[in-house]
């Protein structure tokens, strides 16, 4: 929560001016080392101490809007592959965050505590769940250590927990991310080891706590981490094949082609599953996050009763079975034998999601109602040069001889490639592939929407 009180510019003050007059800080070579154990009596007397008597997650009563009445309000940011931002901000709105906003390669929301763990469990677009809890103007380094040093960290994690802290910045006229990142680690550490005699260890890989550090022009937001590894973990997905498509960018890919339950879907380049297993489960409203775990369960004050609860009925809103024919082929048998190893891990039968060894240009209807194709068809490296020049034209064919009716989205970088199918998209909808920046081209497949002869070069 960003606090602006006179109390709270004081001890920003006054940190800041602890570290110009040399109070020691620990070099980065010495970061996960744990100092000499201090007396809570030694706490430096101008930081001043504040009672939270609201731990995570304290109980309240939940109202229309999504918060809690009486509950401590988080203003929340949630990163989001860029191209989704609009498409996650509704998401959040369906969730009941009113105010959600897209923002750069993300969307912001305010919620309680409670939201944030409804979040997490429900976002299928979401990357992390950044709940903000501290956000002052700085124009130095120092001023981040003051600021870091002046948060309440003691509320969520201590010095038996291990740490991360990440820094990105906008057009920030700090000139080292690494220095002012070691700043700020600074500052959560030794706020911790004055309040509790010792600091906590660094653990990038597997920390119990992360921080983000976000800088702008003017101003350093920190954010606590409650999700902990990225969302687009599920939880099931061992077996990722070749270029596999994260989980929250094909959950992302079915929202912007306007896909829903009752509609058949074909992804006719499978690969390891990953659009098909994410429209069963969506079909079916299994929550993403339902078998996966987070971070705010390490923190401190988690209500695991509360997290059960909400798991519970999440659980007993999960449908039996799913409307539509939902259908993956690939030409790998490895790639088809991950898909089904996926699948079953998502715990989803062969009667909920289909996969055939196949060519693409053998594929047909498996539905006699037309249906999307929604996929990612090999490009780059993961396609030979021989067979780029005939897998189209004669893929193409099969389009138009088989899909009829249907609607077809895919994702490329090659932007030819619509003239390499001789097909006019409808809609071009810029989208990134981690950082690889694509297209998502839709295309209404009907007889007229073949060019005849070859493609013609621009």
């Keep these: 929560m960003a606090l602006r009180s006179a109390a709270r510019a004081a001890a920003i003050a006054a940190a800041a001016e602890s570290a110009a007059n040399g109070t020691p800080v620990v070099a980065e070579d010495a970061i996960d080392a744990r100092a000499p154990a201090r007396s809570a009596g030694t706490a430096d007397p101008r930081i001043p101490r504040r009672p939270y008597d609201k731990p995570a997650g304290s109980p309240a009563r939940t109202t229309v809007d999504g918060h809690t009445s009486g509950a401590e309000i988080f203003q929340v940011f949630a990163p989001c592959p860029q191209g989704l931002d609009d498409a996650l901000a509704g998401e959040l709105r369906d969730l009941g965050f009113a105010d959600a906003r897209a923002g750069r390669a993300g ?14 469990l429900y976002s299928r677009l979401a990357t992390r769940i950044l709940a903000q809890v501290a956000q002052e103007t700085v124009t130095s380094e120092e001023e981040l250590y003051a600021l870091a040093r002046a948060t309440p960290w003691e509320r ?5 927990q291990t740490l991360r802290v990440d820094t990105s910045a ?50 350093a937001t920190l954010y606590l981490d409650t999700s902990g590894e990225s969302l687009f973990k599920r939880g099931w997905r061992l077996d990722k094949g070749e270029a596999p498509l994260r989980e929250n960018l094909a959950a992302g890919m079915l929202v912007l082609a306007g896909w829903d339950a009752a509609t058949p879907l074909l992804d006719p380049f499978c690969g390891s599953g990953t659009l098909v297993i ?21 923190l ?46 998502a715990g989803l ?3 909920a999601v289909y996969f055939e060894v196949a060519d693409a240009r053998d594929t047909c209807p498996l539905d006699e ?18 067979e780029n020049a005939t897998l189209w034209p004669e893929w193409a064919t099969t389009l138009k001889r088989e899909f009829n009716g249907w609607k077809m989205h895919m994702i490329t970088n090659d932007l030819d490639l619509p003239k390499k199918l001789r097909l006019n998209p ?26 005849d002869g070859p493609p013609k070069a621009e």
């Design 107 to 120: 969307a912001h929301f305010s919620t309680d505590w409670n939201g944030v763990l409804r979040a997490n």
């Design 156 to 160: 969520w994690f201590g010095a038996e």
């Design 170 to 219: 906008v057009r920030s006229p700090m000139q080292s991310l690494q220095f002012c990142n070691l700043r700020a680690k600074d500052g959560i550490c030794d706020r911790l080891r004055e309040r509790e005699g010792e600091r906590p260890s660094i653990d990038t890989v597997r920390p119990d706590a992360r921080v983000h550090v976000f800088l702008s022009e003017s101003t």
């Design 278 to 298: 994410e429209a069963a489960l969506k079909s079916l409203r299994v929550p993403p996050g339902i078998s996966r775990p987070f971070a705010f369960e390490r």
């Design 300 to 345: 401190r004050g988690h209500q695991e009763r509360r997290w059960f609860d909400l798991k519970e009925d999440a659980r007993a809103k999960i449908l039996k079975e799913v409307p539509a024919t939902l259908a993956g082929a690939d030409i790998d048998p490895r790639a088809i034998e991950a898909a089904r190893l996926n699948a079953d891990r």
């Design 349 to 351: 039968t062969e009667e």
């Design 369 to 386: 109602r037309a249906g999307a194709i929604i996929t990612n068809p090999p490009y780059g490296e993961r396609l030979e040069l021989a």
């Design 426 to 451: 409808s809609r071009r909808t810029p989208l990134y592939n981690g950082a690889l920046e694509c297209r998502l081209f839709s295309f209404d497949l009907v007889s007229g929407g073949f060019r």
